[in-house]
């Protein structure tokens, strides 16, 4: 799967293939906000992978106030103790919002059931319970899209090794993380018994390569909007006059604003 190096998509490529999609993706969510609709997407994958990036590449554009990301931190007590999809339902998009889970319920299936967090019957449950749970999402009328990102061990190791020592990423890596490396195999069996069992007419699953991360992204966010209906909705008119005067200089009486940063 894996694509050598000087296959890869530069930054510049990159940034000139994405801008009109970008606009494809400020029309989906003003259609999203005209209709009413709810798009959901699951962001899962190896770690690595890139779910951050492909995620802020969808949001980055878009209205906060419209597209929230999630991305919840390890169940708390209280939580584990909950229905396992419960905590998951208070997130789920409202109309015309658009929800983008950075990890998902798949957790079971994936990180809890390769590192002994969960017991092999409360997997099975999971992978009994969860094309039930999302029937009933897709059956409301949620637009449910499952991406699962996947890259070869090579890439794995170089990323985790760029986390440990750069420290502007290194708030990425987690013991779990270093752990988890260790357990590839793992993941890709977990991977096939997540897919047999939850791979579906109604919610299926979209393998996404993601060895070259700039062309994963532009893969995913080019099958994503191939898979919603026609979003065209032409922005409300809107005119904006002249100003009947010279433009207004600020003017502050209470408090000044603090120096300018200095450039050498």
Not at 92 to 98: K, M, N, Q, V
Not at 218 to 235: A, G, H, K, S
């Amino acid at each position: 799967m894996g694509k050598k190096q000087k296959d890869k998509l530069g930054r510049k490529a990159y940034d000139k293939l994405l801008e009109p999609m970008e606009e494809e993706l400020v029309g989906m969510a003003r259609w999203a906000a005209a209709t009413g609709a709810r798009i959901l997407v699951l962001f899962e994958g190896r770690d690595t992978a890139g779910k951050g990036g492909a995620i802020n590449a969808i949001a980055a554009k878009l209205n906060p106030r419209q597209v929230h990301v999630i991305a919840l931190s390890a169940p708390s007590e209280r939580e584990q103790g909950q229905w396992y999809f419960q905590r998951y339902v208070p997130h789920l998009p409202a109309r015309g919002e658009i929800v983008l889970f950075d990890r998902s319920w798949y957790n079971r299936a994936g990180v809890e059931k390769v590192m002994g967090y969960a017991t092999e019957p409360q997997v099975q449950a999971f992978l009994r319970d969860a094309p039930d749970f999302e029937r009933m999402l897709v059956e409301d009328g949620i637009l449910l899209f499952k991406y699962w990102l996947a890259c070869d061990q090579e890439q794995q190791e170089e990323r985790l090794f760029e986390r440990l020592e750069d420290p502007l990423k290194r708030w990425k890596l987690s013991p779990v993380d270093l752990a988890a490396r260790l357990k590839y195999e793992d993941y890709t069996k977990a991977r096939a018994q997540m897919l047999k069992a939850t791979h579906t007419r109604h919610a299926p699953w979209t393998l996404v390569d993601f060895n070259d991360q700039h062309r994963g992204r532009l893969t995913l966010i080019r099958d994503l909007l191939d898979r919603l209906p026609d979003t065209r909705v032409d922005p409300a008119p809107l005119e904006m006059e002249p100003l009947d005067h010279k433009p207004l200089k600020e003017k502050f009486d209470v408090l000044e604003p603090i120096r300018p940063f200095p450039e050498d």
